[in-house]
């Protein structure tokens, strides 16, 4: 099987992927804090590019919608830690302080190296061998102590931890153009741009006159002749 994941708790999971590569999209619902112990990540949004090596450790931040591509390096798989850092257990920590100003905009945070980061994957790394249950207590104070490292090594990761706001109603037609290769629900985008699946519709005939399957269609088609017409156009001539 060319994907194995083993979840110790649902919030903790270490995965190792052997296949070419693997590619997904997606916007989370919280965020998530990935040790990549081989292999490489690839991390694409509409204007950005991220690519991570083995011995990072980086945050993609909730809500933040991305392509992310995962494959083997140097003869190794593709292995990460990820932690889901849950919005209600950062409500509670973020709860005790009034002095952060969260972030109006959070960005995929890489985090240099550091002994914390490094001592906080080793004592994860024996609970994955377990066969019993993870207790979520246990589970709660790892996670408390990885939020507590990452803020203590980043001045900057308080901004995005304590942001706990949904999305804000924006420019449809901008964010639309910039995103619609994301292959997201509608749903999603609906939430992404600040409102209901419904009043996402009614605002996207409005602007379109179209709907927004048959709008998204069409866009991923153009896009599609476009990089086939661009990459006939470099081919080599031989005469």
Same mark, same amino acid.
């Given at each position: 099987m060319d994907y194995q994941v083993n979840y110790i708790h649902p919030k903790i999971k270490i995965s190792c992927y052997t296949g070419k590569l693997f590619k997904t999209e997606a916007a989370f619902?919280?965020?998530l804090l990935v040790w990549l112990l081989s292999g490489e990540t690839k991390i694409i949004q509409a204007d950005k590019h991220f690519l991570f090596s083995a011995g990072s450790t980086f945050l993609i931040p909730?809500?933040?919608?991305?392509?992310?591509?995962?494959?083997?390096k140097d003869g190794l798989p593709h292995k990460a830690v990820a932690m889901l850092l849950s919005a209600d257990l950062l409500r509670t920590i973020y709860h005790q302080t009034d002095k952060t100003k969260p972030s109006p905009s959070a960005n995929i945070h890489a985090f240099?190296?550091?002994?914390?980061?490094?001592?906080?994957?080793?004592?994860?790394?024996?609970?994955? $061998?377990?066969k019993e249950s993870?207790?979520?207590?246990?589970?709660?104070? *790892?996670?408390? $102590?990885?939020?507590?490292?990452?803020q203590t090594i980043d001045s900057?990761?308080?901004?995005?931890?304590?942001?706990?706001?949904?999305?804000? *109603?924006?420019?449809?037609?901008?964010?639309?153009? *910039?995103?619609?290769m994301f292959n997201m629900p509608l749903e999603k985008f609906g939430?992404?741009?600040?409102?209901?699946?419904?009043?996402? *519709?009614?605002?996207?005939?409005?602007?379109?006159?179209?709907?927004?399957q048959r709008w998204l269609t069409q866009k991923r088609l153009e896009l599609a002749h476009y990089q086939l017409a661009k990459k006939t156009k470099n081919l080599p001539k031989y005469i």
């Open positions: 619902d919280e965020h909730r809500n933040l919608l991305a392509t992310i591509i995962n494959y083997p240099n190296r550091h002994p914390f980061l490094e001592s906080c994957l080793a004592s994860l790394n024996p609970y994955f $061998e377990l993870f207790p979520d207590s246990l589970a709660s104070l *790892k996670i408390r $102590e990885a939020i507590s490292i990452i900057e990761i308080d901004g995005i931890l304590a942001n706990f706001e949904d999305p804000h *109603k924006i420019d449809l037609t901008a964010f639309m153009e *910039k995103n619609f939430y992404l741009t600040g409102r209901s699946l419904t009043t996402f *519709k009614r605002d996207f005939y409005n602007i379109y006159s179209l709907t927004p």
